[in-house]
């Protein structure tokens, strides 16, 4: 079994996030992705973030009835700010022996993971699925295989080096990275709340029953 954790503040989850979680599902071969919201985030501000229970709620809801796609309260059920490398090791022990896991993250957030807690031990402990734009380029963009391999040797190791396919790197210290490019939607949690505040419509952005969700209980407004 492999197994995929897809971590995030979700607030709220869209098509986006779903859409790229499905097609690292599939092209991983994973046989589920864990979408886990972050109860409290330790790179964002947290004022105005909804809270960690209905995010939960919402995640729980865009993922019912899709096959291998599933939602964890792991962060939420553990006190104190949200590491990865914590979660990490939860699911590496809840499924030793049994699964793979893999770490699913935006290049965004991959490009500042050497501010993470303890990264070093989490890069050489799970390998590491980079999700970006497929139209995405070239340094300028961050979104090209050498742009990644370059952060890579300045930052994390300087002895890595691509790996058979395109956007596959390995070291000293890296149990493995994969870039893979997902569909771009161009939706964010950001505009979503802005949509919300200023009453227009959020629909075919999120799930109906997230929308719903967000309705009945008045999030973002």
Request: include cysteine.
């Amino acid at each position: 079994m492999r197994i995929g954790l897809f971590g995030g503040t979700f607030d709220p989850i869209h098509f986006g996030h779903l859409r790229a979680a499905l097609e690292v599902k599939e092209g991983f071969g994973l046989t589920r992705v864990f979408l886990i919201p972050a109860a409290a985030p330790p790179h964002k501000a947290r004022e105005g973030v909804a809270p960690a229970g209905d995010r939960l709620r919402m995640v729980e809801l865009a993922v019912n009835g899709e096959p291998g796609l599933m939602p964890s309260d792991v962060e939420i059920r553990r006190e104190g700010p949200s590491y990865t490398i914590d979660t990490v090791k939860h699911f590496r022990r809840e499924f030793a022996g049994v699964a793979e896991v893999f770490l699913i993250v935006g290049l965004d957030a991959f490009l500042e993971i050497d501010t993470w807690k303890s990264f070093r031990e989490l890069l050489a402990l799970v390998p590491v699925i980079v999700i970006s734009r497929p139209d995405a380029a070239g340094p300028a963009s961050h979104g090209g295989a050498e742009a990644l391999l370059d952060f890579i040797h300045a930052r994390i190791s300087p002895e890595a080096a691509a790996t058979g396919a395109t956007g596959e790197f390995s070291g000293p210290g890296l149990r493995g990275v994969s870039r893979y490019a997902v569909t771009a939607l161009d939706i964010s949690s950001r505009r979503i709340r802005e949509l919300v505040r200023t009453g227009r419509s959020i629909r075919f952005l999120v799930p109906a029953a997230v929308h719903d969700c967000i309705q009945t209980k008045g999030l973002y407004a």
